[in-house]
């Protein structure tokens, strides 16, 4: 999967309490003759394990007041560390900008990070653990 810098949300961004992504998005120039983009939001050495997380995808036309457009299923941190990835939908037509906001419960999360970014397709390779040999 080729990740385009121009389209990551949050690069290793570290979460302990609600936040929104560190990197808002301009689509000023973005074309609208796609199908609905996924944006994939994957979780590195989240803890504690049983805090969640709900991934909202907002959108705006002046950047400072916020709608939210799709929100994702609630996520364990044990989940997104075993591989698992959050998702939401970019519309076909959105607002010029927009950003992730990610609501923390159960928590907060006292380490860890958030990689999220738009891509072309969905992320459904399986992780499996590493083979040390017979």
């Known amino acids: ?6 389209l990551v949300m949050s690069l290793d961004q570290a979460i302990t ?11 000023q120039k973005a074309s609208t003759s796609v199908n ?15 805090a969640t997380i709900t991934v909202q995808l907002q959108q705006s036309n002046d950047n400072s007041t916020w709608e939210t457009v799709e929100t994702s299923r609630a996520y364990t941190g044990a989940e ?7 998702e939401v939908m970019l519309p076909v037509k959105t607002k010029r900008y927009v950003r992730l906001n990610y609501v923390v419960a159960s928590g907060p999360f006292t380490a860890g990070t958030v990689f999220a970014h738009i891509s072309d397709h969905r992320d459904v390779n399986a992780a499996y653990p590493v083979y040390a040999g017979a």
């Open 17 to 27: 309490v609600t936040a929104v992504s560190t990197d808002t998005l301009d689509l």
């Open 36 to 50: 609905r983009l996924p944006v994939l939001v994957r979780g590195k050495n989240l803890s504690p394990t049983t």
């Open 80 to 86: 997104l560390i075993a591989g698992t990835v959050a």
């Open 1 to 6: 999967m080729f990740i385009d810098k121009l």
